[in-house]
């Protein structure tokens, strides 16, 4: 052997690429194992002793266990988070739904008011354009008091 053979280390640049390959395969696993408890416990398809024993399994064996859990159940994480994807863009909606539905109570002419204020004390609209603005909320509510 007289050095005629080139390991990957002797190009500095190289030697970059495999390491940050490395990092990013180590990152990619740990995405993987924790993707694959966040399902574990997601599922409600698995009895208690299920889950606990899939579990142990990727925590003791972790290669194996996360291996094994993607072969077998893997078909139906991508659905299980699509379902919850789903779950929590309907609660979003129907929070706004319901936040949309209270600017309707008798509250709302209050609020309307308040911010009608704000604006005048900031100068951006003229009295005049304030009192026509009050009038207009008051009115538009079924409770106008002229004064």
Known sequence: MTGDTYLAYDYPLLSAFWTMLIFFLWIMWFVLLFRVIVDIFRDDD???WAKAGWLVFCICLPFLGVFVYVV???KN???RE??????QQQQFDDYIRQTAKG???PTSS????ARLSEIKARGDITDEE???AKQLVLSGHGSASHH
């Open 82 to 87: 699509i379902a919850q994807a789903r779950e």
């Open 110 to 113: 209050v609020d309307e008011l």
């Open 130 to 132: 304030f009192d026509r």
């Open 72 to 74: 077998a159940r893997g």
């Open 103 to 105: 600017t309707g109570g």
């Open 46 to 48: 698995l009895s208690g």
């Open 77 to 79: 994480m991508g659905r």
